[in-house]
């Protein structure tokens, strides 16, 4: 257990989170919002889904933050051929000692990097679902944990759809969010071609930050307050998505877990100890949308499962800031605190 003293401070965190967002950002041209998402999934212990066309920054923008990070790192690449015992591992026997030895897989690594996991069969595809919930792989009756810090990064590009097996809903649910990087501005992309157009910028880039750090930032992360009046209205969305007309499939209570906990990640890179409403609107769309499937008649008018998160913040009343009184040693905390206490 992490006590009160061992946890790190607020300060703490904004100094690393921005020495990691400022090494991401110097590789991934103008595209700070991306960034910023991406380091929310981190410290609130989720796994990210990259989904854009190619050649956009998809894998590199991977890359680049298990680079800035003193983290063990493994990529696996996606193919039709991949086994599932590829990824967690397999059991091979050892004639000198008479008995089976666990050779680990791909997935024992604490930033994991699935390329273009649209490629691989739904039989691979759910090998990295015990790992992506329990963080755990079991195999042959026996569990190994994995490191920690463990986030899962995997990409796929959604035009290309020759020779993909489309990821399950299980899959996709474990998934805290989902970003699309885009194409970069034209300054962004005259600033790329002046930096980056002789050598690769992963070659100079260095690490920022250490696992260790990452794991202290973590457990500060899962000290921020969160207000009843917030809680109920991420409750609130989410149950919206279940009873939409325009939705066969809502948001599962999972999904609400993961919009809490990115809402609190959120807060804490803001240089906030408490989570407001617009931590949690800010994340709807990326949390949410994916998980969504829109009905036959929602797709004949091309409405997506974007335009139906906005359309639910926007018809959800937020919860209003109460009235302060104080925040003593040994009160409840407000909603809204005029001034964040010390430490986390």
């Not at 991934?28 to 990210?48: M, N, S, Y």
């Amino acid at each position: 257990m992490t006590t009160y003293d061992e946890r790190a401070s607020l300060t703490d965190l904004t100094t690393t989170a921005e020495r990691v967002r400022d090494s991401v950002e110097g590789v991934i041209e103008g595209k700070p919002e991306v960034v910023r998402l991406t380091l929310t999934v981190l410290l609130a212990e989720g796994h990210l889904l990259i989904e854009d066309v190619p050649g956009v920054g998809k894998t590199m923008l991977a890359k680049t933050l298990a680079r800035s990070i003193d983290c063990s790192v493994r990529r696996i690449q996606f193919t039709p051929d991949l086994l599932p015992s590829d990824i967690t591992g397999v059991s091979i026997w050892d004639q000198q000692r008479r008995d089976f030895e666990f050779k680990p897989g791909a997935i024992f690594a604490q930033i994991v990097i699935g390329d273009e996991i649209n490629r691989a069969s739904p039989k691979t595809q759910s090998a990295l679902l015990e790992s992506m919930e329990e963080r755990q792989v079991t195999i042959d009756g026996q569990t190994y944990e994995l490191p920690s810090p463990f986030m899962v990064v995997a990409t796929q590009n959604p035009v290309e759809m020759e020779g993909t097996y489309p990821l399950p809903e299980a899959q996709r649910d474990r998934f805290m969010a989902r970003v699309s990087v885009g194409y970069p501005s034209v300054e962004a992309e005259l600033e790329m071609l002046d930096v980056h157009g002789g050598v690769s910028p992963l070659e100079d880039l260095q690490p920022v930050a250490h696992a260790h750090d990452i794991v202290k930032l973590i457990e500060a992360v899962r000290g921020v307050h969160v207000a009843d009046t917030v809680r109920r209205y991420a409750v609130d969305l989410v149950a919206a998505t279940r009873t939409h007309p325009d939705l066969r499939l809502g948001a599962s209570p999972r999904a609400t877990l993961h919009l809490l906990r990115a809402a609190k990640a959120s807060a804490a890179l803001s240089g906030r100890e408490y989570a407001l409403p617009d931590d949690v609107q800010d994340l709807a769309v990326a949390v949410l949308a994916h998980r969504l499937l829109p009905t036959a008649q929602a797709q004949l008018n091309r409405r997506t499962a974007e335009q139906v998160v906005q359309e639910i913040l926007q018809q959800t009343p937020v919860p209003q800031a109460p009235q302060q009184h104080g925040y003593g040693l040994g009160g409840a905390a407000p909603a809204y605190p005029a001034q964040p206490p010390r430490r986390l």
